[in-house]
């Protein structure tokens, strides 16, 4: 999942700042989730996956499709 998440972020060009203040917490926090240091919460989770459009499941490399699943 550290690497999903570093490799989502990169692939925008983005800042682990930017992110973090998109996602309304601390640089160090996300900094945390990327390397590991601290398990992502479900809510900061779900927000990743909002953020970057793509699923959960994705995230939590849990499968390779990267888009998101349609909304009901």
């Given at each position: 999942?550290?690497?999903r998440?570093?490799?989502?972020?990169?692939?925008?060009?983005?800042s682990?700042?930017?992110?973090?203040?998109?996602?309304?917490i601390?640089?160090?926090?996300?900094?945390?989730?990327?390397?590991?240091?601290r398990?992502?919460?479900?809510?900061?989770?779900?927000?990743i996956?909002?953020?970057?459009?793509t699923?959960?499941?994705f995230?939590?490399?849990l499968?390779?499709?990267?888009?998101?699943?349609?909304n009901?």
């Amino acid at each position: 999942m550290k690497t999903r998440i570093r490799d989502l972020r990169e692939d925008k060009d983005l800042s682990q700042k930017a992110i973090a203040e998109a996602l309304k917490i601390p640089t160090n926090t996300y900094r945390n989730y990327e390397l590991g240091i601290r398990t992502l919460p479900p809510d900061i989770l779900v927000k990743i996956a909002e953020y970057y459009q793509t699923s959960t499941d994705f995230v939590l490399g849990l499968t390779d499709h990267r888009e998101a699943y349609p909304n009901k």
